[in-house]
């Protein structure tokens, strides 16, 4: 699946000290399970977030793409205004905020109620992956990303909500 990332490519390049050179080792050899339509946004993340190591970066989009696959619970019916969607943004927050001063990306969460009843594990890491989804579609890659999460409304019932297999 091609996604053309809103990020300026030339900015988030010299931003973070990458080559397009190196996109060309990330795709030649082709690595087995990755889409040969992923964009050099695309890898432009993945480079930036293995530290520009080509080896560790190939490594990391195979274990994704598999991951992906073998994950479809946490991968895949990602529309936002789908009910079970709906349902985890109206008992939960979840906010990109600005980038720090270091230009680390910012994600924020937190439970709106301590209801644990509202809470569903697989539905709440399915959002909170489109929210940092959100950050790398319009921040490009970063030096890396800060998580902030407020326990405040976190009780061990909530623990009775995850689903192992996942």
Same mark, same amino acid.
């Given at each position: 699946?091609e996604?053309?990332?809103? +990020?300026?490519?030339?900015e988030? #390049?010299?931003?973070?000290? #990458? ?5 060309k080792a ?20 993945? #480079? ?6 080509i080896?560790?970066?190939r490594?990391?989009l ?5 991951a ?29 905020? !600005?980038t720090? !001063? ?11 109620n ?8 697989d ?5 909170? +992956? ?10 490009? !890659?970063?030096?890396?990303?800060? +998580? ?10 909530? #623990? ?7």
């Amino acid at each position: 699946m091609e996604h053309d990332l809103g +990020f300026d490519l030339t900015e988030a #390049l010299e931003r973070e000290g #990458l080559s397009r050179e190196d996109f060309k080792a990330l795709r030649y050899p082709p690595i087995e399970g990755v889409p040969s339509t992923i964009t050099d946004k695309q890898l432009a993340c993945f #480079l930036d977030a293995c530290d520009k190591n080509i080896d560790e970066t190939r490594k990391v989009l195979k274990i994704y793409y598999e991951a992906r696959k073998n994950g479809p619970e946490l991968f895949n019916n990602r529309d936002p205004l789908t009910a079970p969607i709906q349902q985890c943004l109206q008992n939960q927050d979840y906010f990109p905020l !600005p980038t720090t !001063p270091s230009g680390y990306s910012v994600v924020f969460h937190r439970l709106k109620n301590s209801r644990s009843s509202n809470y569903h594990f697989d539905e709440a890491i399915k959002t909170y +992956f489109m929210t940092i989804d959100s950050c790398l579609y319009t921040q490009g !890659p970063r030096p890396g990303i800060i +998580f902030l999460f407020d326990m405040k409304n976190v009780g061990l019932m909530h #623990l009775t909500r995850i689903n192992m297999s996942s």
